[in-house]
């Protein structure tokens, strides 16, 4: 709930909680950012994530400890301040939410493929 007429700056009293960002990037990449009130960015770490737990699994777990400390960095800066404090919409929490379950379930058919073709190749 921002102060209309306010910018870009946090209204008094209202912070975000970096653990609670860290948090949620732990549980579901990318909604750390999208809390934090950068939805473009969180989508790009969630592509990221997936992208890289598909082709390899080291990369994927990379992109997601940095969304994790990305997370809580950013909403630290929205704090103090030095990063513009951004509101988040519960309808844009629950796109996201339907985009992850689509990129999950993507990935877990991809992966399910790629078993299917390996188990079957003619030898």
Do not use: H
């Amino acid at each position: 709930m921002g102060i209309p007429g306010a910018g870009g700056d946090a209204p008094v009293g209202e912070k975000k909680n970096p653990v609670f960002a860290a948090g949620l990037s732990l549980l579901f990449p990318g909604l750390g950012q999208v809390y934090n009130g950068e939805t473009g960015k969180g989508i790009l770490v969630l592509f990221l994530v997936l992208a890289g737990l598909l082709v390899m699994l080291i990369p994927g777990v990379a992109v997601w400890i940095f969304g994790m400390y990305d997370a809580w960095a950013t909403a630290r800066r929205m704090n103090e301040g030095t990063v513009p404090f951004r509101e988040v919409r519960l309808l844009t929490i629950a796109l996201f939410m339907v985009l992850w379950t689509v990129g999950v379930l993507a990935l877990l058919t991809l992966a399910a493929l790629a078993a299917f073709t390996a188990f079957t190749v003619a030898i």
